[in-house]
């Protein structure tokens, strides 16, 4: 299991168009950091990806001169998912994440929430979890339960 990241800007010729990422990577133009950018919009350190305690991909600007941008939007810190365009300065990439098992199945984003809105849960009947089916005076208990 691994993030990919992989360049999208045409025209842009870089020793590597893809790199595989051991986290937590700076990306930038300094050759020691972990995903090396040879390009005049991007900064020495640019930004730093990492997960944060749940497991998420997270980046993080790192002060940068010509921004971090995520799904168009200049971002200090913010959670990717896989296939979201990060760009930064005039360079975009694609993240994606990559395992044997996945076997070509993109990883699904989740929907976004209104968390400040509560829908009441309806009342549950009988009907909702006991099978009507099953004699329930003779059956187990665990055979009457749907």
């Known amino acids: ?12 010729v870089l020793e590597h168009d893809t790199w595989v990422l051991r986290l937590p990577a700076v990306i930038g133009r300094n050759p020691q950091h972990g995903v090396f950018v040879d390009h005049e919009s991007i900064s ?22 010509n921004g971090t941008y995520l799904r168009e939007k200049r971002v200090g810190l913010a959670e990717i998912f896989p296939g979201d ?4 300065g005039g360079i975009a990439f694609r ?15 989740p929907e976004e929430y209104d968390l400040t809105v509560t829908v009441p849960m309806r009342e549950l009947t009988k009907q909702d979890y006991v ?16």
Not at 1 to 12: A, D, H, I, R, S
Not at 132 to 146: G, P, T
């Open 44 to 65: 020495r350190s640019h930004c730093r990806l990492l997960l944060n305690g749940q497991g998420s991909l997270m980046v993080k600007d790192m002060d940068s001169t």
């Open 131 to 146: 099978d009507q089916n099953i004699d329930s005076k003779e059956a187990a208990w665990w055979q009457v339960w749907k």
């Open 95 to 109: 993240i994606d994440y990559e395992s044997d098992t996945d076997c070509e199945i993109p990883a699904s984003r």
């Open 1 to 12: 299991m691994f993030y990919k990241l992989t360049l999208l800007t045409p025209n842009v």
């Open 85 to 88: 365009i990060l760009q930064l």
